[in-house]
């Protein structure tokens, strides 16, 4: 069982019937219609969230992603081809990074910070949508072998671990936008080139426990996410087999 399952009994009930929603392993690659599903899941939620990193670029007084072509909901402007290779192989990518000039935004000092939150806020968005599918298609009855609620459970995982993931304060994170602009005055430059220039070797860091030690940062952080934040919400838990 992946590091991040939640079991259904360790969970606070909400004030609703508690959904599990069983899915198969996404990276089997005995099963190559999952992994499909897994990675048209991965493009839609990635695509979302970098257009709305766009345009919230663009509704800020910058142009630079809209002349780029980024303010738009066609996948192929936003897909990075080696982050689709490790979606499939590792079960985890990315897209390609929204252009933004910080010096064309109406709000200077917290503009990037709007930027970057319109991408996690998309992704809590898509989860919410996928929650309520799913919570309507199980009441209609649809059975979880269904293609398109094996499609939403992996819509709504994905979701929920793009938001938490991207709210982390590290760079290149989106959550680290907001730590920069705190420490935007001359007294932290030193500060903020540590956290611009040793960001990813963090992220890696931390990323790279999980073989080291066996212990899975984002995991525990993904399961309280989930336990705290999405579970009483919608009362649905997705556990992959």
């Known amino acids: 069982m992946p590091a991040y399952a939640i079991i259904a009994e360790t969970l606070w009930q909400p004030p609703m019937e508690t959904i599990i929603l069983r899915v198969p392993y996404y990276l089997d690659f005995a099963a190559p219609l999952a992994i499909l599903l897994w990675l048209a899941a991965i493009v839609l939620a990635l695509s979302l969230h970098e257009f ?28 990075d081809p080696l982050g689709m290779v490790m979606a499939v192989v590792a079960g985890f990518g990315w897209a390609r990074p929204v252009p933004f000039n910080p010096y ?63 709210l982390l304060p590290i760079p290149p994170l ?40 066996g212990i899975s940062v984002f995991g525990i952080l993904f399961s309280l996410v989930y336990r705290y934040i999405f579970f009483p919400l919608f009362g649905i838990v997705v556990q992959v087999l």
């Open 174 to 213: 989106d959550g680290s936008k907001f730590l920069l602009d705190l420490l935007a005055g001359p007294q932290y430059a030193r500060a903020r080139f540590f956290l611009e220039t040793k960001g990813p070797l963090i992220l890696l860091l931390i990323l790279s426990l999980q073989y080291l030690i």
């Open 52 to 79: 709305c990193h766009a345009l919230a670029a663009t509704l800020l007084g910058d142009q630079t992603a809209r002349l780029a072509g980024r303010l738009s909901l066609n996948p192929l402007v936003h897909v």
């Open 104 to 166: 064309n935004l109406r709000v200077q000092q917290w503009g990037p910070t709007l930027v970057a939150v319109a991408g996690p806020v998309s992704n809590f968005l898509q989860a919410t949508v996928a929650g309520i599918a799913i919570r309507l298609a199980t009441g209609a009855g649809v059975p979880e072998s269904n293609l398109l609620m094996i499609f939403l459970g992996y819509y709504f995982l994905i979701n929920v671990g793009l938001f938490f993931f991207n």
